[in-house]
C-alpha cells in the first residue's frame, strides 16, 4: 500500500497538466479516456462490487442526459439544475429495475438479458418521443466555447477535460472508500455467496438495490456530462447496446472489481481504438469495418489470455493493491 | 381495418416467425445444454444469409440448395468454435464468457462489412414474386418454402434428439452436467457437437431468411436479440417453445409495425420479454428450473 | 426455565414428498443439543427452517418467547440464530479476516470494531495465523473453522452447526469440541448440532434427539439414546431373528 502514493501523486501531476502539454486532438483524446474511466468505474459497482451484470447501463447514460437535455432544451434551464433530475431520474429507474429484477429471483444471465431489453425498449421509446426530438435527435444550444462558464458548463475544451479528469477522480475516491466500508464487505459478501450472506444478517436485496441505484445515478451523471459535450443527443446512439458493451470493456480489460482496473482498461482501450486507426490510415486500409476487426481480435485476445483483466498481473508486479 | 389485410398481414407475420422460430432453436440448443449466452448468434445468422447471397450470386444456387453446403460449413464452424474456444471458458465467470462471444461477434460483424460493404444484398428468385391463394388470402411462396423449410429442420432435430444416442446424451449433459461426467459421458466432445448443431439450425434459418429480407451487417446484434425474446418467451428446452415464440414474436410484429409505426414493432418484443423475464421466466412451454 | 428455542408440531413438504412430519423438541438456555438420524432424515430441513431458509408448512418455532416462522435468514441472525452449512459457504474471494468481519459488522458499528472482534475470534479457533490468506486457499478442516468463526462473529444466543466434523480427521475432531466446549461453558453460547460423527455426539452433547423419515423418534440422554432398540433399528434395520 505505501508504493499506492507516490503512483498516485505521479499520476494526479501527469494528469493536471496534461492539457498544458498535448494539442487539442489528444485533449479530447484524454477527456474520453476519463470518461470511459468514470462510467466503467460507475458500472464496476454494479458488477465488481455487488456481482450484478448489468449490459444495459446506456439506459442511464442516456436518461441522464436526456433529462438535462431536455430541462436546457424545453426550459433553458442549466445543466446543475438537470444533473438533479438526471439523478433522481436514474435512481428511481435503478431502484425499480432492481427491486422488479431481485424481488422475482432474477440473476445472472436472465438479469442481463432483463438490464438489454429495459435498454432497447427506452431506445425505441425516445425514438418516437418527438417532444424529445426523436430519431432526428436533440440538439443543445452552445453559447459559447472560450471562456469557462461552470454554471451553464460552456467553454473550452480544457474545461470540460479538468471536469471529467474530477468526476474520474471523486469516483476512485469514492469507490476506494466504500470497498472499505460496511458496504463493500457487504456487496463483495453477496457477490461471492449470496446464501452465506443472508445467514449472516445481510439483507441482501436492500444492499443490492443500493448498489443498482448507486451505480444507476453515477452513471446518470455521465449522461449530462455528454449532453453538454457533444451537445445532440440521438436515441439511437445513446441508448444503443454497444453504448452499453463500451461501457464495460474498460472494467473487464482492465479488472472487475478492482479500484484501478476501469481506468486502466480504459486508457488501454481508447489509445488502442485510436492507435489502430493511425495506423490503418497509414497503411491505407481505410475501409469501413477493419478497425473493429482489430479491436475484435485484441478483445478476444486479452479474454483470452488476461482472465481478470489487466490490472491484477500488474499491480502484483508493481506491489500495490487493487 | 380490413379483415384481408389483417389476415394476409398475420399470415406473413406466422411464416416469417417460423423461420425466426428455426433460429432460436438453434440459440435454444446451444444455451440450454452448454448454457452459454451466445452473443454472435445474430451475426452467425447474417453471415448465412450472406453466404445464401454468395453462393446465389456465383453459382445460381438457390437458397434452398445452398443450405447443404452452408449446414456443414456451419456445423464445421460451429463445433470448432466450442471446441476451440468456448470449452476452456466453461469455468470461467458470466461476464468472461460474455465478452468472449462479444469479440466474436464483433469480429464477425466487421468482417462481413469489410468484406461486403453497408449496401444491403439479397437474393432474387423467380418465386420470390409468387404467391398460393386460399380464398382470398395470399401467401407469399418464397415465406411458406421458407416456413416449410424450418418445420422440416426442427422435425429432424427433434428426431435426432429424441432418437439418437447422441442426441440423448447430449440431452443428458443439458439436464445434469455432473451426473453425465460421472457416467463417462464426453461433455467436452457433446458441448461442441450441440454448437454444431445449433449452428446448423441458424444456417439454415438464414438460407431461407434471404428470400425475405434484405441483409445487412447491422442485423447481426438485432437477431440475437431477437432469438433470445423467442427463447426466453417460448421457453428454454423446449423446440416447439422455440417454434411458438417465434410465431408470436413474428405475428406481433406484423401487427405491431401495421397498427403502429413500423420501428416500434420491436418495442412490443422488448416488452413481452420483460414481462415473461419477471413473470414466467421459463416461458410459455419451458421447464422450470 | 424455558426453552431457548422450541419447535412444536413442525411439519414441511417438498412437491408432495414429506420431509418433516410433526416433529417436537426444545432446546434449553447454555445446552449443546443434538439431532442425529439416517441420511434423509430431515435434520437439515429442520436447520433451514429454524434458520428461516424456509417456512414449516405447519407447526411453531418459537425462539426466545417470540414465534419466528417464516422471518428471513437475515432476520434469524439478527435474532441471534448463528448457522453453519453443511456444505461450506466460504467467500473465496476474500481473505479469512475479511470473511469474518462481513459477519463482525452485524453487531458492530465500524469496520475497525468488527476487524478487531474478527482477530480474536480467529484466535480461539486457531485460525489467527491465516488471517490473511485468502479463504479459497485454506484446507477443509480450516474451512469449516473459518465457517464457525464467521457464525460466531454475529454473536448468536443459539448456533445451529450442520455436520461440521464431516471430514475432520479425530484429533481436528477433538479441537474443534475443544472449541464449542469452551465457548458454551464461558459464554453460555447455545448449541444444536447435526452429526454423524459420533464420537463428537458424545463428547458433545447433554441431551440428543433422532429423526427418522421426518419424524422424531427418540430423545433423551446419550447414553440412553444409543441403546434405544427404535434408533438401532433404524440405523441398522430390523433384528433378523436367529
Known amino acids: ?145 472560450d471562456t469557462w462558464d461552470l454554471a451553464n458548463f460552456r467553454g473550452p475544451p480544457i474545461m470540460y477535460y479538468y471536469t471529467m479528469l474530477a468526476l474520474a477522480a471523486g469516483a476512485l475516491a469514492l469507490c476506494a472508500w466504500l470497498l472499505r466500508s460496511r458496504a463493500g464487505y457487504y456487496w463483495q459478501a453477496i457477490r461471492e455467496n449470496e446464501e452465506a450472506a443472508r445467514a449472516l444478517g445481510i439483507n441482501t436485496l436492500r444492499w443490492k438495490m443500493l448498489a443498482v441505484a448507486l451505480s444507476a445515478a453515477m452513471t446518470g451523471v455521465s449522461g449530462v456530462f455528454l449532453a453538454f459535450y457533444y451537445n445532440n443527443l440521438f436515441p439511437e446512439q445513446i441508448f444503443h447496446i454497444s453504448r452499453s458493451i463500451e461501457i464495460i470493456l474498460g472494467p473487464v480489460i482492465g479488472g472487475v472489481g478492482t479500484l484501478f482496473g476501469p481506468i486502466l482498461g480504459a486508457a488501454v482501450l481508447t489509445l488502442l481504438s485510436e492507435g489502430i486507426t493511425e495506423a490503418l490510415a497509414a497503411l491505407g486500409w481505410e475501409s469501413p469495418g477493419v478497425k473493429q476487426v482489430f479491436y475484435g481480435l485484441v478483445l478476444l485476445m486479452v479474454v483470452m489470455f488476461l482472465p481478470n483483466g489487466i490490472w491484477p498481473g500488474l499491480a502484483r508486479r508493481m506491489g500495490v493493491g487493487r | 381495418m380490413d379483415p384481408v389485410l389483417i389476415g394476409n398481414v398475420v399470415a406473413a407475420g406466422m411464416l416469417t416467425g417460423l423461420v425466426y422460430g428455426l433460429m432460436a432453436l438453434g440459440l435454444s440448443v446451444i444455451f440450454g445444454v452448454v448454457r452459454v449466452v451466445n452473443f454472435a448468434h445474430g451475426e452467425m445468422m447474417t453471415v448465412a444469409m450472406y453466404a445464401a447471397t454468395v453462393l446465389f450470386a456465383a453459382f445460381k444456387l438457390d437458397p434452398f440448395l445452398a443450405v447443404l453446403p452452408a449446414a456443414v460449413a456451419f456445423f464445421v464452424f460451429g463445433y470448432g468454435l466450442q471446441a476451440g474456444l468456448i470449452n476452456p471458458f466453461m469455468t470461467r465467470p458470466e461476464h468472461s464468457q460474455f465478452m468472449l462471444l462479444v469479440a466474436v461477434a464483433i469480429i464477425m460483424v466487421n468482417a462481413l462489412l469489410m468484406l461486403f460493404g453497408p449496401d444491403a444484398r439479397n437474393v432474387q428468385v423467380d418465386y420470390q414474386l409468387e ?159 | 426455565m424455558s426453552a431457548l428455542l422450541e419447535v412444536r408440531s413442525v411439519s414441511k413438504s417438498f412437491h408432495g414428498l414429506r420431509a418433516v412430519h410433526d416433529a417436537s423438541f426444545e432446546v434449553p438456555p447454555g445446552a449443546i443439543n443434538a439431532l442425529i438420524g439416517p441420511n434423509g432424515a430431515g435434520k437439515t430441513t429442520i436447520f433451514n427452517m429454524v434458520a428461516g431458509v424456509y417456512p414449516p408448512d405447519a407447526g411453531e418455532i418459537v425462539f426466545d418467547g417470540r414465534r419466528i416462522n417464516g422471518l428471513r435468514p437475515d432476520q434469524m441472525c439478527a435474532a441471534g440464530i448463528g448457522r453453519t452449512f453443511q456444505i461450506v459457504k466460504p467467500f473465496a474471494g476474500l481473505s479469512v479476516l475479511d470473511n469474518v468481519i462481513v459477519g463482525a459488522l452485524l453487531r458492530e458499528k465500524s469496520v475497525a470494531a468488527a476487524r478487531q472482534v474478527s482477530r480474536d475470534i480467529l484466535e480461539k479457533l486457531h485460525l489467527g495465523s491465516k488471517s490473511n490468506l485468502p479463504a479459497s486457499s485454506l484446507s477443509l478442516p480450516d474451512r469449516k473453522r473459518l465457517e464457525v468463526a464467521r457464525a460466531l462473529a454475529t454473536r448468536p444466543t443459539l448456533l445451529l452447526l450442520d455436520e461440521v466434523m464431516a471430514g475432520l480427521r479425530p484429533i481436528e475432531c477433538d479441537q474443534m469440541v475443544e472449541v464449542f466446549r469452551g465457548l458454551n461453558r464461558r459464554e453460555g453460547l447455545t448449541i444444536l448440532l447435526i452429526e454423524h460423527v459420533m464420537r463428537a455426539v458424545m463428547a458433545l452433547a447433554q441431551d440428543i434427539g433422532v429423526l427418522h423419515q421426518g419424524e422424531v423418534i427418540a430423545r433423551g440422554m446419550p447414553a440412553e439414546v444409543v441403546r434405544d432398540p427404535a434408533v438401532l433399528e433404524c440405523y441398522l434395520g430390523e433384528e433378523i431373528e436367529v
Open chain 1, 1 to 145: 500500500m505505501n508504493r499506492t502514493a507516490p503512483l498516485l501523486a505521479v499520476l494526479a501531476v501527469v494528469l493536471l497538466a496534461l492539457p498544458h502539454v498535448v494539442g487539442s486532438y489528444a485533449l479530447s483524446v484524454a477527456t474520453l479516456i476519463l470518461y470511459f474511466a468514470y462510467t466503467g468505474q460507475a458500472w464496476n459497482v454494479m458488477m465488481g462490487f455487488a456481482g450484478q451484470l448489468s449490459l444495459g447501463h446506456s439506459l442511464y447514460v442516456g436518461v441522464g442526459a436526456y433529462a438535462a437535455g431536455t430541462l436546457f432544451y424545453h426550459y433553458e434551464i442549466g445543466p446543475w439544475a438537470g444533473l438533479w433530475l438526471a439523478l433522481a431520474l436514474c435512481v428511481l429507474l435503478g431502484l425499480a429495475i432492481g427491486f422488479l429484477a431481485f424481488r422475482f429471483g432474477i440473476s445472472g444471465v436472465y438479469f442481463a438479458l432483463l438490464t438489454i431489453a429495459f435498454a432497447e425498449f427506452t431506445r425505441l421509446g425516445f425514438d418516437h418521443a418527438d417532444w424529445l426530438g426523436g430519431p432526428g435527435g436533440m440538439f443543445l444550444r452552445v453559447a459559447q466555447r
Open chain 2, 131 to 289: 404467391a398460393f391463394e386460399l380464398g382470398p388470402l395470399l401467401f407469399d411462396k418464397a415465406r411458406v418454402y421458407a416456413a416449410t423449410a424450418a418445420v422440416i429442420a426442427t422435425a429432424l432435430l427433434s428426431a435426432l434428439f429424441r432418437l439418437t444416442l447422441t442426441g440423448k446424451a447430449i440431452r443428458a449433459c443439458a439436464d445434469n452436467y455432473l451426473g453425465a461426467k460421472v457416467v463417462g459421458l464426453d461433455v467436452k466432445r457433446l458441448y461442441a457437437l450441440t454448437f454444431g448443431l445449433g449452428a446448423v439450425c441458424v444456417a439454415i434459418a438464414g438460407c431461407a431468411m434471404v428470400l425475405l429480407v434484405d441483409v445487412t451487417p447491422p442485423l447481426g446484434p438485432a437477431y440475437t436479440l431477437l432469438a433470445f425474446i423467442i427463447v426466453i418467451v417460448g421457453g428454454l428446452g423446449s423446440m416447439t417453445g422455440a417454434l411458438l415464440g417465434g410465431i408470436l414474436i413474428g405475428v406481433s410484429e406484423a401487427l405491431a409495425g401495421l397498427v403502429l409505426a413500423p420501428s416500434a414493432k420491436s418495442m412490443f418484443s422488448f416488452g413481452l420479454l420483460i414481462l415473461v423475464l419477471l413473470l414466467r421466466p421459463q416461458g410459455l412451454l419451458g421447464k422450470r428450473s
